[in-house]
């Protein structure tokens, strides 16, 4: 469970609803004067409908799994991927570029795009082909990444323009049928039906739509860094670079205090083993 937008999507509800109850209005109040139904079919129905006709449908039924991508908690951590490529590079530059084939199949990787980009490397294909291959293959998940926030920035994009239709086809209606003996009552609750549309318009473009195309967006970023971090790595095993260099170039792609974090983890292991083998010659001596 992703808690950061859980705890945001819960406090951006509960703080307008907090603005709304102190503003003076009675829990009544609320109920009658910011929830109208035929607003919500103006709005929300107005704003789905023309998202229908603007994209394609394959997109559409992806929303449940590109949400489900929202939920998930976990990072992208790249220095996981530095350790396989540095292994990698260290097993092809002593056996050759062949037996990375079958360490792949050994070390079980979950992630296919490195077991492919690897895979090309083992095929013995040119590294500019190669590289124009894995560029070809991110261009492709870029589109498809794409596609996910288009939907959510397309509805957000029309939630303004229905919310205002709404407004609009209020302010004909009250006009219409006003009574001029009810005086300026009527017309202030007139008015405040009208402009409920627009307040929807607003929730549903910068309360859901923005939010959630944003974080897609932020997922995208982070899976494409990781991306990049592969093919740099795997065309530096196939021009035969040292492992250690390939390392630190890598390194490039993560914060200092993470590799920081890592090399105190590494340095506090290694004391381990040495103090460890030190026991073990101490008992042998005795």
């Known amino acids: 469970m ?29 109920v009658t004067s910011f929830i109208d139904i035929p607003s919500v079919y103006i709005t929300f129905g107005g704003a789905i409908s ?13 929303i449940p799994k590109n949400l489900k991508v929202l939920m998930k908690k976990e990072k992208i951590d790249l220095n996981v991927y530095i350790d396989i490529i540095e292994e990698l590079a260290k097993e092809a530059r002593l056996k050759g570029l062949l037996v990375l084939e079958e360490k792949v199949n050994q070390m079980d990787l979950q992630d296919e795009f490195l077991k492919y980009c690897v895979m090309l490397i083992v095929d013995a294909i040119e590294p500019t082909k190669v590289k124009a ?12 990444h794409a596609s996910a926030w288009k939907v959510f920035d397309t509805l957000g994009s029309f939630g303004p323009a229905f919310g205002m239709l709404g407004t609009l ?10 009574d001029t003996s009810q005086g300026a009552d009527a017309l202030g609750k007139g008015m405040s039906v009208a402009l409920v549309t627009t307040f929807y318009g607003s929730v549903l473009t910068n309360m859901i739509c923005a939010p959630i195309s944003n974080r897609l967006k932020a997922k995208h970023d982070e899976e494409m860094i990781a991306k990049e971090l592969i093919m740099e790595g795997v065309l530096s095993i196939q021009s035969g670079e040292n492992p250690r260099y390939i390392r630190e170039k890598l390194n490039s792609y993560v914060t200092y205090q993470e590799r920081s974090d890592i090399a105190g983890a590494n340095t506090e292991g290694e004391g381990k083993s040495k103090r460890r083998s030190k026991r073990k010659k101490k008992e042998a001596n005795a």
């Open 2 to 30: 992703n808690i950061s937008f859980l705890v945001g999507t819960l406090a951006g509800i509960g703080l307008v609803l907090y603005g709304i109850l102190t503003s003076g209005s009675s829990m009544t109040q609320v």
């Open 50 to 62: 023309a998202t229908i006709m603007s994209v394609p449908v394959k997109y559409l039924r992806d």
């Open 133 to 144: 291959q894995i560029e070809n293959e991110i261009d492709c998940i870029e589109a498809r």
């Open 169 to 178: 086809i209020g302010l004909i209606n009250m006009l219409a049928n006003m």
